[in-house]
Structures are given as C-alpha cells and as structure tokens.
C-alpha cells in the first residue's frame, strides 16, 4: 500500500514573524494550514528537520493530528549530535526534547558536531525521502532556498507556501 510522505523546510523565527505576541497568532494559522493540508494529501509519514521556526510549527501539528487519532508517524531528521548547542532560550530547547520524545522514528542524519554543512545534508536527506516537500518561504536566500533548489533538481513535488498569507497585520 502507497504511503504519502510529506517533509518541511522553512524559516527560523527571524525571517518569519519574529517572537512577539502577533507571532504567536501567525504561528496558529500556519499550523492549523499544515494540519488542513497533511490530511487532504493523506499523508501518512511527516518528515522534519527539528530547527526552530517553520519545523516547530509543523511538527506541532503532526503531534495534534497523532492526538486527535489521524493515522501519520513523525520522522525527526536530527541533522548532528548538538543541534540544540547555540540555543539559548530553554523553553525552545525543551520542546524540541519534547517532539524527539513523541518521534515514531529519529534519524541522525549526520554523526558529528554542528558545522556550517550539516543544515543542508539534513536538509538533502529530507528531500530524498519525501514525495511532496512544503516550503514555507519567503523568496529570500539561505537554506530554505537551498533546500528547494535541491528538490528541484531532484523533480519532487514542492508546494511553496508564502508566510506573509498569514500575518495578522497582512504585511
């Protein structure tokens, strides 16, 4: 039987809606729109790269959908032994050890130490496991960036999806 398998890449909080309360009512509508299309494309696995911003947020509505009783399993594609080392907000870095806890399945994509490629070898390792991969993106240059041109380059199915749809202040 055919199982739908759909990946994440995004923007971190910065390039997104920043942290301030309007950030917390765009975040809602994003994860209510990732739970929406999850199930119209009847995915059957997530797959998430565990950065914060836009992964946070999906990986938020693949535990809501799981919590409601949808069928979907969560793939966390860790991209090195201490993703978490430069975060400094502890609230962050306890989620994150949260949805690692809830994963049905977790994959160090790369065993070492972060270093300036692991984003983008996770970020590969995600693509090609992947039949559709949403971008939340806002055009700009960087890893998201990046990422959909790899998945370009290897003819997945790519749904961009602009943050701005979401901004309270339509920004």
Known sequence: MYKMII???GHRPDKLWGYGPSASA???????????TLVRYGAKEAVTGMALGVDMIFDR????????GYDIKLISA???RNQTAKWFNQK???EYNYILSQADRVVL???CEYNSSVMQIRNEWIVDNVDLLLAVWNGSNGGTGNCIRY???????IMIIPPWIFNNDNR
């Open 151 to 157: 998945a370009k380059a290897k003819n997945k199915a």
């Open 109 to 111: 994509v790369s065993d």
């Open 7 to 9: 990946g994440i890449t």
């Open 78 to 80: 860790v991209p090195c």
């Open 92 to 94: 962050n870095i306890d």
């Open 61 to 68: 509505a693949v535990l809501s959908l799981k919590d409601e």
């Open 26 to 36: 765009n975040e809602e509508k994003l994860e209510q729109y990732l739970k929406d």
